[in-house]
């Protein structure tokens, strides 16, 4: 118990990167969490409800934190390739040189990429799996990777194209391979990866 509290106490050291009193460089923490999102998410979670879900704000809370950002020229609107009636938020070149400059996590950041690969494999499956109980106590889900979602497909592209090829079930829509590492807040956690090139009772269906 005495190195599970040490371990947490540590944790909760380096949480202070990221949540503090104040601004830095113009922004306060929440504004930097949505920021560090927008630049990270997918296009179907770049959606002022997905970053309200996202922070943990009301979409009031949310709405005024995308003003913010845009007043600052870090994010613009545009309109939704998906949903007509919707936006998508989009961090601009000003926004992204922003956050390779100044976002406070950066010296976190630094400081995990200088442990070793295997160092770094493990410190990041332990804190998944601290982050799935922590999930299964409080019901509740964070926006992950399509690699690791139930909803993707993956099959053998078709004879004289190399490699896979991607699709979510959910948004019913490819996924490229760039966008495999992408944030989105419709994930949910896969414990096997469908392929829809294997037999039928191979298969599990999707609850979509
Ligand atoms: S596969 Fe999952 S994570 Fe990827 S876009 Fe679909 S719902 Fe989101």
Not at 59 to 87: C, F, G, M, N, W
Not at 130 to 144: G, K, Y
Request: some cysteine; glycine content about 4%.
């Amino acid at each position: 118990m005495p190195l599970a509290r040490e371990a947490v106490e540590l944790l909760i050291q380096a949480a202070r990167a990221w949540y503090f009193e104040g601004d830095r460089h113009g922004l306060r923490d929440r504004e930097w969490m949505a920021l560090r999102f927008l630049g990270r998410a997918n296009r179907f979670s770049r959606t002022p409800s997905a970053l309200a879900g996202f922070i943990g704000a009301t979409r009031a809370t949310a709405s005024q934190i995308v003003k913010t950002l845009e007043t600052k020229s870090y994010i613009i609107r545009k309109p939704s390739h998906e949903d007509k009636r919707s936006v998508v938020l989009c961090v601009t070149a000003q926004g992204e040189k922003c956050l390779a400059q100044h976002d406070p996590i950066n010296p976190v950041l630094n400081a995990v990429t200088a442990l070793d690969s295997e160092e770094r494999i493990r410190l990041r499956d332990s804190l998944r799996e601290i982050l799935n109980q922590l999930d299964a106590t409080h019901q509740r889900l964070n926006a992950s990777i399509c690699r690791d979602c139930m909803f993707l497909a993956e099959r053998s592209a078709p004879k004289g194209r190399a490699g896979t090829e991607y699709t979510c079930r959910l948004y019913r829509a490819p996924i490229s391979p760039d966008e495999i590492e992408l944030l989105c807040a419709s994930f949910e956690r896969a414990n096997d990866r469908l392929r829809v090139d294997e037999p039928a009772d191979r298969m599990r269906v999707a609850s979509v």
